[in-house]
């Protein structure tokens, strides 16, 4: 939005990124003259492109010139913490976000016994955080449903705009995609209403009232929560300041789960085995002397 006015050039742009990378076997002749061929605002188009190639680049640049200085990490611990604690507070309640900060403050304490360092408490907040907050039916109506996601719709298309939603709700299951991952339906603007009674319902997660909560799916999703929290304990009961940094990896291993059905499974399969495994090294790792 700063580089171009206005956050409808973000696709041109990350394909811009896309191709620096060397990610899209297509000449730079060729994309801009399909940018030209599109025939809509051609030039913000094309320098919407090349912000993307540059933004890989030259980050630091691109970031002094959006943020008047050098890109610096902005956030401190305890804000990482914060915000992330009151997106717990809408997605499911108080209880949630005391959970999180609950087991933040164990690790954070058993942290502070070993090293001046907040590496392995943000870690564990963003990892964390990510479990407890997966993306089911009920947070897809809320976020659906909020209303600056509505009024960003409306200022960006105009108030006529007839909005469309493209989900995979496993009621209606219509089987995998090409990529193997759950095929999705269109739904027009009358769809709203359910979602905001679905937002509503979400006080039903991880009950047995949860409809939703049966899924495999939705198992692992809540598994994956309690194998996290294992982990912290192990961890804490393993720490010493020559290993923080091992136990680090491990706690940000849990951020590379991404995805959803079979997409999700797999990559979830794929942490679990190196989390396994770097406890078991963590475990057995021989303390050093002292000098």
Known sequence: EQLMGDTLYANVLLLGSAWQHGLIPLSHAALLRAI????????ENKRAFTWGRIAVCAADSVHELINGGPHQESETLDEIIERRREFLVGYQGDKLAQRYLALLDRLGK??????NDDGLSVAAAKSYFRL???KDEYEVARLHTRATFLESLRAG????AKPRFHMAPPILNRGLDARGRPRKREFGAWILPVLRLLAALRVLR????????????????RE??????ATVDTVIANLRADNIAAAMAILSHYLDIRGYGPVKEKSAAEVRARVAADLRALAAMPQRSAA
Not at 110 to 115: I, K, N, S, Y
């Open 132 to 134: 407890l907050s997966y």
């Open 110 to 115: 058993a942290a502070a016994r070993v090293a």
């Open 206 to 221: 991880g009950t047995p009232l949860d409809v939703f909560g049966y899924t495999a799916e939705r198992r692992m999703e």
């Open 36 to 43: 030209e061929l599109n025939g809509v605002k051609i030039e």
């Open 157 to 160: 298309f105009g108030a006529n």
């Open 224 to 229: 994956l929560i309690s194998e996290f929290e």
